[in-house]
């Protein structure tokens, strides 16, 4: 089946600095979904990327959906404490397909004030 | 609107019982899933369904039920409990496919 391998698995960092991890597939996928979990909720979307080479900003981040589509990006700007969490990133096909989302791995992101 | 709403949100049972964790969302998505998410390996996909009526198979289906009688309501079944299902549980909806899905805030279920 299809997986996503994720990276980082984890970053420790200082309030300020600049955040990027990458997703990669062994297949193509149609949409690039990026997640944020916090402790004890669901997932929640961050950024949405439908087309191969489309780059989404969202406030402090900004994801690509990479030309060959099989890999993806999210980067966070000028990191703050309240962005700690996991960060997933999710794949999908198009059509009925999308009902199967392949999820990463998760980056743990801890911020340092 | 709730969003998508899971009950219950804590569940102990006893190895070899069944149970029937809900979800419900208010917001017309034709689209719903059920993902586990254990630590270390993300969330998998267990069954998701594109309509009342339709449903398919997952990553890791095996231990689970589901059905789609209306666009609202995706019940994930457990039909005779295991140890291997201690996880936390999610379920999602979305529309057609577009705008990501959005989440429930799971059920963290453990099997003794």
């Known amino acids: 089946g299809q997986q996503l391998n994720q990276s980082p698995q984890s970053m420790f960092i200082q309030e300020g600095e600049d955040v990027s991890m990458n997703c990669t597939s062994s297949?193509?996928?149609?949409?690039w979904l990026w997640y944020k979990q916090e402790p004890g909720e669901g997932p929640v979307l961050l950024i949405a990327?439908?087309?191969?080479?489309e780059l989404t900003s969202n406030g402090r981040l900004t994801a690509q959906f990479g030309i060959t589509r099989k890999d993806s990006f999210l980067n966070i700007s000028a990191s703050i404490p309240s962005d700690v969490g996991i960060y997933f990133c999710a794949g999908a096909d198009s059509g009925t397909s999308y009902g199967k989302l392949t999820f990463g791995q998760g980056t743990i992101l801890t911020v340092h004030p | 609107n709730a969003g998508v709403t899971q009950t219950p949100k804590f569940q102990v049972l006893k190895t070899g019982q069944s149970m029937t964790l809900q979800c419900a969302q208010d917001?017309?998505?034709?689209?719903m899933s059920w993902y586990r998410q254990d630590p270390g390996m993300g969330l998998r996909l267990i069954h998701y369904s594109v309509g009342a009526g339709i449903t398919d198979q997952g990553e890791v289906p095996n231990g689970y039920n589901v059905s789609r009688s209306t666009t609202e309501d995706f019940p994930l079944r457990l039909l005779s409990a295991a140890p291997s299902q201690t996880s936390v549980y999610f379920c999602?909806?979305?529309?057609?496919?577009?705008?990501?899905?959005?989440f429930g805030s799971g059920t963290r279920l453990t099997v003794v």
């Open positions: 999602a909806s979305s529309y057609r496919g577009r705008g990501g899905y959005t």
């Open positions: 297949s193509i996928f149609n949409t």
């Open positions: 990327l439908y087309k191969a080479g």
């Open positions: 917001m017309n998505h034709e689209y």
